[in-house]
C-alpha cells in the first residue's frame, strides 16, 4: 500500500472530497478520483450492508480503467469513512469489508478506537481521524490513527466551533504527521491557505454537492448554488451532535430553525434524525458555511479544474 506521501503525489491538487451522508456515492467518488482529488463515502451510504462490496469493487474496476487508459493521469486514491460511535451496529461487517478490499485510507469519526485502526493497518492502509478539538486530536494519535481531520468551524455536517488558526496550531505544536483541514474551503486560494497555516490537504465537502454526480436532489443542489454563510444554522436538536445545516431545508420541514431546542448527546443518532418527524441528512440537508463561492451546479471535472486554476493563480500570485 502506498504511504501517505505516495498518496498525497497522486493528487493533482492537495484536497480530499469529504464523506456526506446520502450525498456521496460511488459516481461522485469515481469523478473526485479521476479529476485528481481524493474521492471518499461514508461506509453506511452503501444500504443494505453488503452493497459495501458491490460499491468497492465498482470503483476499484473503474479507477482501474481509468489508469490504465490514462497512465499519464492516474486517478487519486479513494477513502471510505467509519463511523466509529457505539450506535453504528455495522461497523465490524463494513470493517471486514474494507479489509478484504484493502481500502487505501479510511477515515474515523465520532470515536477513537485502536481495532479498527490495527486493522487498517493489518494491510498497509492509512487512518486519518476527525476532531474537534486538540484533546480529541491528542486521543487519536495515542490509539494509533496516522492523521487528523481538524473540523473547524463552519464546517459542513457535524462540526466543531474552533478557528482553524487555532486548531492547527496547537495541533503542529505537537504533531507532525498528516493533517486535511476542513472548514468553509471551496475555492483555490483557500486551498492554498490551508497549506500555508500547516495543513497537508483541504477536506471539502459541500462545493462537491452542488455537482452532477452528487446523490442529491435538485432542490438541495440548487439551494447551495443560492445560499451564503448567514443560512447555515449549527444545533445539535436533529442528532444529537452539533452541526451545521441549511436553513431553508429546516423551514420546509416545518421548523423554525431559529428556536431549534437542545437535544440529549447520550441519545445520538446520526440516522433517524432525532425527534422530528423527518429524516437527517435527506430532508435536513448538512452544509458547511464556505457555500457563498459555489456559483453553478457543475460536473465534478469541472470544478476540480476550476479549484486546480485558483490553487495554482493564488501560488503564482505570492511568488510576484
Not at 13 to 26: A, L, T
Not at 135 to 161: N, S, T, W
Request: glycine letters at 8%.
Amino acid at each position: 500500500m502506498p504511504s501517505f506521501e505516495e498518496i498525497k503525489s497522486r493528487l493533482r491538487i492537495p484536497v480530499v472530497g469529504s464523506p456526506m451522508f446520502i450525498v456521496s456515492n460511488p459516481e461522485l467518488v469515481i469523478a473526485q478520483c479521476k479529476a485528481g482529488v481524493i474521492g471518499s463515502f461514508p461506509a453506511l451510504n452503501a444500504r443494505p450492508q453488503p452493497a459495501l462490496d458491490d460499491w468497492l469493487t465498482q470503483i476499484k474496476d473503474a479507477l482501474a480503467r481509468h489508469d490504465e487508459e490514462n497512465p499519464d493521469a492516474l486517478s487519486a486514491p479513494y477513502a471510505v469513512n467509519q463511523i466509529v460511535h457505539r450506535s453504528n451496529d455495522r461497523l465490524m461487517q463494513d470493517m471486514e469489508t474494507c479489509v478484504k478490499h484493502q481500502v487505501p485510507v479510511v477515515i474515523t469519526s465520532l470515536g477513537a478506537r485502536e481495532e479498527i485502526y490495527e486493522a487498517v493497518h493489518s494491510y498497509g492502509g492509512i487512518v486519518l481521524h476527525d476532531v474537534i478539538n486538540n484533546k480529541f486530536a491528542k486521543k487519536a494519535i495515542e490509539k494509533g490513527a496516522d492523521g487528523l481531520i481538524p473540523v473547524a468551524a463552519g464546517a459542513g455536517g457535524h462540526a466543531g466551533v474552533q478557528s482553524p488558526f487555532a486548531l492547527i496550531q496547537e495541533i503542529r505544536e505537537w504533531f507532525d504527521g498528516p493533517i486535511a483541514l476542513s472548514g468553509c474551503i471551496a475555492r483555490g486560494q483557500s486551498v492554498l491557505a490551508a497549506e500555508a497555516m500547516g495543513a497537508d490537504l483541504a477536506y471539502i465537502g459541500s462545493a462537491f454537492i452542488a455537482t452532477h454526480e452528487a446523490n442529491a436532489n435538485e432542490q438541495y443542489k440548487q439551494a447551495i448554488v443560492d445560499g451564503y454563510a448567514d443560512d447555515i444554522v449549527y444545533t445539535n436538536y436533529f442528532s444529537g451532535v452539533h452541526g451545521n445545516y441549511l436553513k431553508p431545508s429546516i423551514e420546509n420541514s416545518g421548523l423554525d430553525p431559529d428556536n431549534l431546542p437542545e437535544s440529549d448527546p447520550s441519545k445520538m443518532n446520526f440516522q433517524s434524525g432525532g425527534d422530528s418527524a423527518k429524516k437527517l441528512w435527506k430532508d435536513i440537508w448538512g452544509c458547511g458555511q464556505g457555500i457563498g463561492a459555489v456559483k453553478a451546479v457543475m460536473s465534478t471535472g469541472d470544478y476540480v479544474d476550476r479549484l486546480a486554476q485558483e490553487y495554482e493563480s493564488a501560488k503564482a500570485a505570492l511568488c510576484k
